[in-house]
């Protein structure tokens, strides 16, 4: 008996020091309101500076694209890209006898699309073309209508969302041609409701074009016989369109604009809201970007300002544009950023 007294006694023991060393684990070292500090190392590396961009006094139509990674402009007859990163140049090659008629940034990559002209003793004959700045590739999309020797492409507009590209081409009595192209290449002439068209801005999510009529002093959406009217405005002038959809009209005259109406075209005219400005500025001050913020530039003092916030941002020397993080300004010959904060 007594052995059997000793077993069980040395098994209570046991079990009590297992009960006790599970208890413990269960309440202490495995609780889940345990508080544990961790400190996450992170590696620091120093911020890349941009390579200095010099542009000559000659450079016209100076354009970044959407991230201000490389910069474009013509030198003469040449159209130029610059790394604003590592400083290296590339010049886009065309045929002998074709010209830049015009070229636009895609808004979301870098990559541009280019509208050459050729003219011969006929007229002339544009052809759209599209170049990968990253890959140094340049290929052709679509041809053009011929046109007469004084033509121009004005303005290209395109949505990377419906594959859609829109090409507006001025004759030299500014009537203008407006070209539908889709990512099959297909392409044709846009029925629109004016003879002389200003701005035109691509609505993102739809195939829809919106465009200024400048002699009715109207703007028209494609697809619809009425103008987008607006109570009370006599003289809209179209400024924008954000990655919303939404569309920004300004109350125009003289030029300058004091009040803008913006909202979803869908929801029509009577949706709209307004933004009173305080005071009348020039209408090609007023800048938006594609989340919607509204910025305003003085350039006799060197300011942009966001209208929302009434955040101020000054610059160096003479404004170019607005991109992503910033603004795009040229300083003694070269390129300056100024970030917004």
């Known amino acids: 008996m007594k052995i059997f007294k000793r077993i069980f006694l040395w098994i209570l023991i046991s079990l009590t020091i297992q009960f006790a060393g599970l208890f413990y684990a269960d309440k202490y070292f495995l609780a889940t309101n345990t508080s544990i500090k961790t400190k996450k190392v992170v590696k620091s590396e120093a911020k890349k500076q941009d390579a200095e961009v010099k542009i000559p006094d000659n450079a016209t139509h100076v354009n970044a694209s959407f991230n201000a990674r490389y910069l474009a402009y013509y030198d003469g ?9 590592t400083g290296e140049e590339k010049k886009v090659d065309f045929e002998d006898g ?8 895609l808004p979301d990559r870098n990559r541009m699309l280019i509208a050459e002209k050729e003219t011969g ?10 170049y990968d700045v990253d890959k140094d590739v340049k290929e052709d999309i679509k041809e053009l209508d011929w046109a007469d020797k004084n033509a121009e492409v004005e303005d290209i507009q395109a949505s990377p969302l419906t594959n859609i590209i829109y090409v507006k081409v001025a004759n030299s009595g500014k009537r203008s041609s407006i070209y539908w192209i889709n990512i099959m290449k297909e392409m044709k002439k846009v029925d629109t409701m004016a003879y002389m068209i200003g701005k035109i801005k691509v609505v993102p999510h739809e195939d829809k074009l919106i465009y200024e009529d400048l002699t009715h002093h109207r703007i028209y959406i494609t697809g ?3 103008p987008l009217d607006i ?3 006599n003289n809209p002038s179209l400024i924008a369109v954000d990655d919303e959809d939404r569309v920004y009209i300004g109350e125009t005259q003289d030029d300058k604009i004091s009040k803008i109406y913006y909202g979803s075209v869908k929801e029509g005219r009577n949706s709209l809201q307004t ?5 009348a500025v020039d209408k090609d001050a007023i800048y938006v970007s594609s989340q919607g913020k509204i910025y305003i530039n003085d350039n006799l003092k060197g300011v942009v300002r966001e209208v929302a916030s009434g955040k101020e941002y000054i610059y160096q ?25």
Do not use: H, P
């Not at 007859?77 to 990163?85: S, Y």
């Not at 003793?121 to 599209?130: D, E, I, M, R, V």
């Open 77 to 85: 007859d040449v159209l130029k890209v610059i790394n604003t990163k």
């Open 98 to 105: 074709v010209q830049v008629s015009f070229y636009k940034w």
């Open 121 to 130: 003793k006929k007229g002339s004959s544009f052809k759209l073309a599209y």
């Open 224 to 226: 619809q016989d009425e």
């Open 231 to 233: 109570n009370g405005v």
């Open 275 to 279: 933004i009173d400005l305080g005071t």
């Open 317 to 341: 020397g003479r404004f170019i544009q607005i991109y992503t993080d910033g603004i795009i300004s040229v300083s003694d010959g070269k390129m300056v950023k100024t970030l917004f904060n």
